[in-house]
């Protein structure tokens, strides 16, 4: 016999004036597919065209989120990689991991990635494995500790279209 847990869950909003930005928070007993399910879709909901605030000298450039094909920490600074620069962030990669959209991906302790733009990884057993992007000659390096979660959120990506 197959049981099935009915889930109620109460929805709230709350306005607050003074607040600058907008916030949603989830407050759940436990994480599961629904709660992530959730999680996703307010974040489609709210992506739209972000945009990050990017440095190179003395110029700020701001691009679209979707033109970033990974950021990558050198000597203490976090740079993103679109298919033609390299320019300076001001953020973490911490910091990034929570701002960024579902698209993005944590692949090692030096690099975060946009899943979209993904053209193929190459696997490597004993050393890290190489993720290239479509329309560029530009590479990261996967490690083994991050390359099947990857693999699997790109077959859950994959399976939407």
């Not at 709350?14 to 007993?29: F, G, P, T, Y």
């Not at 976090?78 to 001001?90: D, G, I, Q, S």
């Not at 390096?141 to 990857?150: A, M």
Request: charged share 30%; hydrophobic share 35%.
């Amino acid at each position: 016999m197959v049981s099935w847990e009915e889930r109620v869950m109460k929805v709230r909003i709350e306005i607050e004036e003074e607040l600058q930005e907008d916030e949603v928070v989830i407050r759940c007993s436990r994480m599961d597919e629904q709660i992530i399910n959730i999680q996703a879709a307010i974040l489609e909901q709210t992506r739209g065209k972000q945009q990050i605030s990017l440095k190179n000298g003395d110029t700020e450039y701001y691009l679209p989120l979707e033109d970033i094909l990974f950021f990558e920490t050198e000597n203490k600074t976090v740079f993103a990689h679109t298919r033609e620069k390299m320019l300076e962030t001001e953020y973490k990669l911490y910091e990034l991991e929570e701002l960024l959209p579902g698209s993005f991906m944590r692949i090692s302790k030096s690099a975060i990635v946009n899943l979209d733009p993904i053209y193929s990884i190459t696997r490597n057993l004993t050393a890290s494995s190489v993720v290239e992007f479509v329309h560029s000659h530009k590479q990261i390096y996967v490690s083994r500790n991050y390359y099947k979660p990857l693999v699997e959120r790109l077959a859950e990506k994959r399976k939407k279209l």
